[in-house]
C-alpha cells in the first residue's frame, strides 16, 4: 500500500500542498505586512497574494499529472519507402526501438526508468513533481517555475516583515520562531526555483534539453557533432517561438537533416 502511494506520487504532491499552505498560514497569522493590511481593511494584496499561491498550486498539479509526451505507438506509420524519404539515411541516424518498451523512438526521446515509458523531448523525470518533464508539459513547467519564484520572492519579503524586535536573544527566537522557519524553507526553494529557471532559460534559448546537455557524449545524433555544434538550434527568437506557441509535435529528424552539414 505504502510503495503503491509513493510509486503514484501522492505523498509528494501532498507534501508539496502541505508546506506550500502551512507556510502561507504562517504569514497570515503572524503580525506581517499582510495581517496589517487585513487588521486596516485593504485587502487587495493579501488577495493577490493569496490567488498567486492558488495559482503556484494549481501549476504545479497541473504539470505534475499532465502527459508529457509519452511515446504511445510507433513513430513512423506506413512503408519503408516513406520513412526513408523523411529521413535520409545517409546523415540522420536511424530510429532506434527502445530496449524496454520496444517502440520505435522519435529523435531527442529517452525511456524513462521511473515512469517506465518514452518521452518525446525527454528534459528530465523531476523528483518533486513526480513526473516527467517532456515535449507537452515542458512550457508549463517553465510558466510554473516563473509563477513559484514570484511567489516565494513576495513570500520572502512578507516573511521579513513580521520579524519583530525584542530585548533578549531567547525571547527573539519565541516571538519569531515560526517565522524564521518559514523563512529558512522559503529561501532555500527560492534559490532553487530561481537556479532552475534560469538553467532552463538558457536551455530553451539554445533549443537543448536537460538530458541532452548532461549526456551529449552518449547520444548517438550529437556525440559526433561537435561540442559547439546542435543541430537543433534556430537562434533564439525561433527557439522561443518554437518552445512557447508550438501546440504539435515536432518532426525533429527533419530539423536535424536540415541543419546537419554535409547532408544529402
Not at 481593511?41 to 498550486?57: A, C, D, I, R
Not at 520496444?102 to 523531476?126: E, G, I, N, S, Y
Not at 561537435?226 to 537562434?235: E, T
Amino acid at each position: 500500500m505504502v510503495q503503491n502511494m509513493f510509486r503514484t506520487g501522492f505523498l509528494v504532491r501532498a507534501t508539496h500542498t502541505l508546506l506550500t499552505w502551512v507556510i502561507t498560514l504562517i504569514l497570515f497569522l503572524h503580525n506581517t505586512d499582510l495581517r496589517r493590511c487585513e487588521e486596516r481593511g485593504e485587502l487587495l494584496l493579501p488577495v493577490l497574494f493569496f490567488l498567486l499561491v492558488m495559482l503556484s498550486v494549481l501549476l504545479y498539479f497541473a504539470v505534475s499529472l499532465m502527459d508529457p509526451g509519452f511515446v504511445l505507438t510507433d513513430t513512423v506509420k506506413g512503408s519503408n519507402e516513406e520513412m526513408e524519404s523523411m529521413i535520409p539515411q545517409s546523415s540522420t541516424p536511424r530510429l532506434r526501438r527502445c530496449g524496454y518498451c520496444l517502440l520505435q523512438q522519435p529523435m531527442r526521446a529517452k525511456h524513462c526508468q521511473t515512469c517506465k515509458r518514452c518521452v518525446r523531448r525527454f528534459d528530465h523525470h523531476c523528483p518533486w513533481m513526480e513526473n516527467c518533464v517532456g515535449e507537452r508539459n515542458h512550457r508549463w513547467f517553465m510558466v510554473y517555475l516563473l509563477v513559484q519564484l514570484l511567489a516565494l520572492l513576495w513570500a520572502l519579503h512578507v516573511a521579513l516583515s513580521g520579524l519583530s524586535p525584542s530585548v533578549s536573544w531567547e525571547l527573539w527566537l519565541r516571538a519569531n520562531g515560526f517565522l524564521l522557519a518559514a523563512l529558512g524553507v522559503v529561501g532555500i526553494f527560492s534559490g532553487v526555483v530561481l537556479l532552475l529557471l534560469g538553467c532552463h532559460l538558457y536551455l530553451v534559448s539554445v533549443n537543448c534539453t536537460t538530458w541532452e546537455f548532461m549526456s551529449r557524449h552518449r547520444i548517438s545524433y550529437l556525440k559526433n557533432r561537435g561540442d559547439d555544434h546542435n543541430p537543433f538550434d534556430r537562434g533564439l527568437l525561433c527557439n522561443l517561438r518554437d518552445f512557447f506557441c508550438a501546440c504539435s509535435a515536432v518532426a525533429w529528424e527533419q530539423t536535424y537533416e536540415r541543419n546537419t552539414p554535409n547532408s544529402a
